[in-house]
């Protein structure tokens, strides 16, 4: 099997993430993920994403006079995504640590 | 209290030529319009922000346009007058449910009471069995269910005086009252020694179903028009999602025999080609679907924590 894993790239993770420092609304959400997780988030998938974490009560939409409705990560969000985290980092931490035994392997 | 300015990518959409972004924006309002309507309310708005600021293609309405369908399979909690959705899955799979016991009338008239019981083959004895059993477990389950509800509604349409609603919700009475006079005249006046023609089969079956569907719209306009709440609607929500799911055994066993009678124990059953069976399960496979998925979803609701 080659290729990426996109469905590792999970996409309530990387709202979740892409909110975690300030609120955005829906095109700057999109724009952020791409730029800095390399993941192009189409808007079916962005808003089905959103409707969910509302309604898990992950995320809040605030106030806007706009059509652009801009979303802030909640408490219980910021503390979903510190556990995803922390799970994802020891995966990539046990497989960067076996990838470096592996003969010839010559990344990291 | 002031909210947070939100952080904010420069939107690239407001490039495009007028008659593109037009026909985009058409496109895109009729992909929005196959969500839920409490979806759209929501989220319509949001979304053709996006698709302008982005200056989405056909690919980005296609993929709205493609998460319609989980929206409905799986409509978002927070979204829902959870008794207005309660009401509505009633409705539909009171309607679907009516369609299906129609077509398994249909069955067990061209099957088991032509004495299609293909001697050798236990298949057919258990789908029999099976169907029997269902439908009327599930008819009982519905009824029993839904009676509370029913007589709440019945109360107050009479003591509000309400004679529209009261009509409603009588239909499930007066249209099989009506449909059965009717069949028994019809049959003293064109049946003979082996009953009707298969003219007046078709003519007699396709009545059944239109008395079917407007037995079942009453009680359906009823529910829209008196918006009930509280217990009643709750327990008829769940006991729909029971006999939603007993009536699926029944369709399965409808198909079982279909097809043992179809591919196996054709010199019993006389059926030669497979069109007629094929459309007729195709049918049944979309009742039983409607059926069963609206009424899980009014349990999901009913069931749901406040």
Known sequence: MTGRLDRWADPPLLVLASLADEPKHGYAITQDVAQTMGVRLSAGTLYAVIA????????????????????RITAAG???????????????SVARERLSTRPGWARA | MTPP???GGTPTGGTSTG?????????????????????????????SALLDDSGAGLAAVASVAWR????????????????????????????????????????????????????????????????DGSLALSALVAGLGGLPL????????????????????????????????????????????????PSWFLAVTLAGFAAAAIAAAGPGLALRRLQPRGPALHLAAVAAAAAGAIMALAAAAMAVAVVILCLWARRFSY????????????????????????AARGARV???KP
């Open chain 1, 52 to 71: 969910r974490l509302e309604a898990r009560g992950l995320i809040e939409p605030l106030e806007s006079d706009d059509r652009r409705r801009p979303y």
């Open chain 1, 78 to 92: 910021a503390q979903a995504l510190a556990q995803e985290s922390e799970r994802m980092s020891k995966v990539a």
């Open chain 2, 5 to 7: 300015t939100p952080a």
């Open chain 2, 19 to 47: 008659g593109t972004s037009t026909g985009r924006k058409l496109l895109a309002r009729a992909a929005l319009a196959l969500y839920p309507p409490a979806w759209r309310a929501r989220y319509s708005d949001e979304v």
């Open chain 2, 68 to 131: 319609a369908l989980p929206a409905w399979i799986c409509p978002p909690r927070h979204l829902h007058d959870r008794p207005a959705r309660m009401r509505a899955s009633l409705a539909t799979a009171l309607l679907a449910w009516s369609m299906l016991a129609g077509l398994g009338l249909v069955f067990a008239q061209l099957t088991q009471l032509q004495g299609l019981m293909a001697p050798g083959y236990a298949g057919i004895r258990w789908a029999y069995a099976v169907f």
């Open chain 2, 150 to 197: 029913w007589l709440l509604m019945l109360r107050r349409a009479r003591r509000e005086q309400r004679a529209r609603d009261t009509l409603y919700l009588l239909l499930p009475v007066l249209a099989p009252v009506a449909y059965l006079a009717g069949l028994v005249a019809t049959a003293g006046l064109v049946g003979g020694p082996n009953g009707v023609s």
């Open chain 2, 271 to 294: 059926y030669h080609n497979f069109t007629t069976p094929g459309i007729y399960l195709a049918l049944v496979a979309v009742a039983a679907s409607v059926t069963t998925v609206s």
């Open chain 2, 302 to 304: 009913a069931l749901a």
